[in-house]
């Protein structure tokens, strides 16, 4: 990540009062929780295609659904459960 991106968020504010999200490199818990304390959003994804993709089967849903954990945790928001 870039240590512009801060910056970044805070220029592209100016010119939106739409939320801003940032994600270009955000794989990893820490990150996600660096990039919400600048900008409404943090944006991952290869991550999780990552973990689908490097285990068989349900395994690496189970993967995925870790990393979501992990992610949720590190941005402290909520679990959402089923109805």
């Known amino acids: 990540m870039s240590d512009s991106l801060p910056s970044f968020v805070r220029r592209l504010r100016t010119l939106t009062s739409l939320p801003v999200g940032a994600g270009i490199g955000v794989s990893r818990p820490e990150q996600a929780a660096h990039i919400a304390q600048f900008a409404d959003a943090a944006i991952v994804g290869s991550a999780f295609i990552r973990a689908v993709r490097d285990a068989p089967g349900r395994a690496g849903f189970a993967a995925a659904a870790q990393l979501a954990g992990e992610l949720r945790q590190a941005l402290r928001v ?5 109805a």
């Open 78 to 82: 909520p679990a959402v459960t089923a």
